[in-house]
């Protein structure tokens, strides 16, 4: 069924769509992966793969979403009835579930972070552990996430969140939320980096964040800047294809797609120039940034070298809270567009009717950090079974169906259509976007899952 949901103004349509874009994938999983394939050479290969695949595989998904007026299965049902195509918005609705399922716990993580830095608990010596030891924060971390009761309370307050969001609907809940938090997010990002700025080796660390050694691309690297740039953009899910169909007609697709685009890697780079340059300052360097390490025990150890940990501290999870809402939020629209419009139902019902399950999912994967840490699935627990399966399976097997549909079977001029608002603009860019989604992202991505799959 189409829907009628629309963003009311260009300003809450931009706000929305980099609410969904900007999330832990750029405060969290960008720095990791930067510190893990070599710093500068890495995040050159990323703004490569933003601007040449992360731009037209998301003008793809306007367009779909916007020409089909629909949501991520129902849209690929009216552009081309009868054929099996809508299996890719399938396969990007079962994957937002699951990465809901984890997402959920680690956004009640930084909601847990929030209250800890504003109370100061968070830098209250541990005692037998020397005072503002990395172990400090480590032991801290593993103690909480292992928990029963305290992540899983925050888990389901996050999902409450976003449910109150999700309930009021698009203008009101998705567009109001997102034009007063993003701001927010954008300003307190600001502050963090002069802040930055003043540390002693600040210099030190925007070298090693800017300035790249071109040795250090590998193959290995480009396929993880592909997938970051995929993740942060928030597409091969649904997502943009959901927020697509609220589009107006007149909205330039290829502006807002460049403009989403860029903020989005704003943000990544402005939180490289917050971390490395404390890293550096700190003498960190030898800390790894993977899994949860990052963002719970090496920004915590930042701010305790600085003056007024908890100011800072507060402002970070502030930030870090906002991105994930968002994100989540838009993750969840996805379901939630597909049950109120396939099955008729009013916005409350359809929430209730996707958030509910959640609650009992994702406690399960929070308690898989701890008491269920057990039951393992091929030896991931359910937490890193749902992380590995979305990440490397499904997402990457939507966005190549999605892909070879849009360069070869969509019909035709759909594109050329969406690209130039039925002829009324120009675009010089509609041939070579349609170029690489017919003949190099299919390929490129094909490439990057089989490699992956040995890898
Ligand atoms: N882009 C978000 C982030 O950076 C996460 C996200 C939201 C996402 N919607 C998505 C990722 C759809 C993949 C697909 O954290």
Redesign the pocket.
């Known amino acids: 069924m189409a829907n009628n949901s629309e963003f009311s103004s260009k300003l809450g349509l931009i706000a929305a769509t980099v609410g969904?874009?900007?999330?832990?994938?750029?405060v969290w999983?960008f720095p990791a992966e930067t510190q893990a394939h070599g710093g500068a050479a890495f995040l050159l290969v990323y703004v490569a793969c933003v601007i040449l695949f992360g731009v037209p595989v998301m003008l793809g998904e306007f367009s779909i979403g916007r020409a089909g007026k629909s949501d991520a299965i129902d849209s690929y049902r009216r552009l081309s009835p009868g054929k099996p195509w809508w299996i890719s918005g399938f396969l990007g609705i079962v994957c937002?579930y699951l990465?809901l399922t984890f997402y959920m716990v680690v956004s009640g993580w930084t909601l847990e972070y929030l209250y800890q830095s504003i109370s100061g608990e968070l830098f209250a010596p541990i005692p037998g552990v020397e005072e503002g030891s990395n172990l400090q924060f480590a032991d801290r971390m593993q103690e909480y996430v292992a928990g029963v009761w305290p992540p899983m309370i925050w888990t389901w307050i996050t999902i409450g969140l976003c449910g109150a969001v999700l309930c009021m609907g698009v203008q009101k809940g998705i567009e109001r939320a997102s034009n007063i938090l993003m701001p927010l997010l954008f300003l307190i990002l600001i502050i963090l980096c002069v802040n930055a700025m003043n540390l002693p080796k600040a210099a030190e660390g925007l070298e090693y964040f800017f300035k790249p050694d071109f040795s250090k691309i590998t193959p290995k690297v480009c396929i993880s800047a592909l997938g970051q740039a995929?993740?942060?953009?928030?597409?091969?899910?649904g997502?943009l294809i959901t927020y697509g169909s609220y589009f107006r007609k007149d909205t330039n697709l290829t502006r807002t797609a460049f403009t989403v685009s860029l903020l989005d890697m704003a943000v990544a780079i402005l939180v490289g120039m917050i971390i490395f340059p404390g890293v550096m300052s700190f003498g960190l360097q030898g800390e790894s940034f993977d899994g949860s390490a990052l963002v719970f025990v090496t920004f915590p150890e930042i701010f305790n070298n600085m003056w007024c940990p908890q100011l800072w501290s507060s402002l970070f999870f502030i930030l870090l809270a906002v991105?994930a809402l968002t994100?989540s939020i838009?993750?969840a629209e996805v379901s939630i567009a597909y049950f109120s419009g396939h099955f008729n139902m009013k916005r409350v019902p359809a929430t209730c009717a996707v958030l509910l399950p959640l609650v009992l999912l994702s406690s399960l994967s929070s308690l898989s950090n701890g008491v269920l840490s057990d039951w393992t699935i091929c030896g991931y627990t359910i937490f890193g079974a749902c992380d590995a399966l979305t990440a490397n399976i499904l997402?990457p097997l939507g966005a190549l169906i999605m892909a070879v549909y849009l360069g070869w079977f969509a019909p035709k001029g759909l594109m050329q259509d969406q690209l130039t608002n039925g002829g009324t603009i120009r675009n010089r860019l509609a041939v070579p976007v349609m170029f690489l989604l017919k003949w190099v992202t299919p390929l490129l991505i094909l490439v990057i899952f089989i490699t992956s799959l040995f890898m």
Do not use: D, K, Q
Request: charged share 5%; proline share 0%.
């Open positions: 969904s874009a900007v999330g832990l994938g750029n999983r937002s990465i995929f993740f942060s953009l928030s597409l091969g899910m997502t991105a994100s838009s993750i997402m």
